[in-house]
């Protein structure tokens, strides 16, 4: 069962993308700054269905999400 809340205001959003950040930080394509990543990320998050942020959230905190960087706009 998934004890998880539903993503509902923006400062889980902001956890969410910290959480995003720093486990992408190693990983990111090397020509942008981590605030180009943010801001990136910010805009693909602000699109998405609270359902899937919420799944998102649940794989960033497992460890089992493999950031996707060209759906959120970046190419490797």
């Not at 981590?34 to 959230?57: G, I, M, S, T």
């Amino acid at each position: 069962m998934n004890t998880t809340p539903l993503i509902h205001a923006e400062d889980t959003l902001a956890e969410l993308l910290g959480t995003f950040l720093q486990v992408s930080a190693r990983s990111a394509p090397v020509s942008y700054s981590l605030r180009q990543v943010a801001d990136r990320f910010c805009a693909w998050a602000e699109q998405q269905p609270v359902a899937r942020l919420d799944c998102a959230y649940d794989h960033l905190v497992t460890g089992t999400l493999d950031p996707q960087w060209e759906e959120i706009g970046l190419s490797a």
